[in-house]
């Protein structure tokens, strides 16, 4: 059965030829009914265009902004040629405000380097949350605030995020930088004060460097780890329980090396009565080694939440002495 010949007014035509131009380009056609399909293939290549964005969503949740235009699309798509010619005046404006103010905005984001300012601005945020915490600034809330807008492709929000980031990215590496600093010291300052130990410095090399090891492996891992948290909470663990350990090892090993040999077995004594046959004294038992307790672990009986006189002072340090001096007298030694 034949299709119905309709005539269309030069106007109608010229309209529709204007309108495909602006939302969809250029036309091919130029004759109505071959125009008027010509636009329902186009809304339905755009509509097919716009479709895989749709799985990026997790990482660009303004590509919401697309569903209702890819809706759009798809039932412009199901139009007849005819609607275009006689109906399409009544939406032109709502379709242009569509794709000025949605389509193309997020269709150039996603094809040009706004959409990796944006990536390496999520990025970092995820990357670097627990430094945060370290700085001053709300540099990382000004950059999730422009990440949450809804309409963060337009204007030119991705030139202020990507300041944004280029600032937030020096504050965390000078944060870093920081805590690296003081846990370098820290962890040279427990090693020297393990090196000045006279039980340290009467063993041979060998056990030295044995000794010297575990700073060696952390001043490695301060060196390159780039979360502050993780860096404080191993320096933390290793003073309160690695350091300790290797204190109580320095004076054990310095006991052991005092400790004589035991004589050889056939020993004539240098001429005393005792045959060779006659068995050794067993060598006495290495002392045991002292119990170590870090100086911070004691409370000293002192009466008061703060210290505001001298008096104060020299009260709780006179508390303190006691509490020390109890120690010591227990053959402890306080680990300062």
């Not at 809706?71 to 275009?84: D, G, I, N, R, V």
């Not at 269709?107 to 915490?133: P, V």
């Not at 006179?318 to 680990?335: C, D, F, P, W």
Request: hydrophobic share 35%; charged share 25%; proline share 8%.
């Amino acid at each position: 059965m034949l299709e119905p010949q309709i005539e269309f007014s030069a106007s109608q035509v010229r309209a529709l030829k204007e309108f495909h131009e602006e939302f969809f380009g250029p036309p091919r056609s130029s004759e109505a009914k071959a125009l008027g399909r010509e636009a329902s293939a186009n809304a339905q290549r755009l509509a097919g265009e716009i479709k895989p964005l749709f799985s990026q969503v997790d990482r660009f949740p303004f590509l919401e902004n697309l569903q209702p235009v890819h809706k759009t699309l798809l039932e412009l798509a199901a139009k007849p040629y005819t609607w275009w010619l006689t109906e399409l005046r009544k939406e032109e404006d709502k379709l242009l405000s569509q794709k000025e103010d949605v389509l193309d905005p997020i269709l150039t984001f996603m094809g040009g380097s706004q959409k990796d300012i944006y990536l390496e601005a999520s990025t970092l945020l995820k990357s670097q949350e627990s430094n945060f915490h370290y700085l001053q600034s709300d540099t990382q809330k000004q950059i999730q605030a422009i990440l949450d807008d809804a309409k963060c492709y337009r204007s030119n929000r991705m030139q202020q995020l990507k300041a944004l980031v280029d600032a937030l990215r020096a504050e965390v590496t000078a944060a870093v930088q920081h805590a690296t600093q003081q846990a370098l010291a820290k962890l040279n300052s427990l090693q020297t004060r393990l090196q000045g130990m006279d039980d340290y410095q009467a063993l041979p090399a060998q056990r030295q460097a044995e000794l010297d090891l575990p700073f060696q492996e952390l001043h490695q891992y301060v060196s390159q780890e780039s979360l502050i948290a993780a860096l404080n909470d191993r320096l933390h663990t290793f003073e309160e329980q690695g350091y300790t350990t290797l204190l109580a090892r320095t004076v054990t090993l310095a006991q052991q090396a005092r400790t004589p040999e035991p004589a050889p077995a056939g020993n004539t004594n240098n001429g005393n009565d005792a045959t060779p046959d006659d068995p050794q004294p067993p060598a006495p038992p290495p002392p045991p080694a002292p119990k170590i307790v870090p100086a911070r672990s004691l409370k000293p009986d002192y009466p008061k939440a703060w210290l505001a006189t001298e008096n104060d002072i020299n009260d709780y340090l006179e508390a303190l002495r006691k509490t020390l001096l109890a120690e010591v007298q227990q053959g402890h030694k306080v680990q300062i």
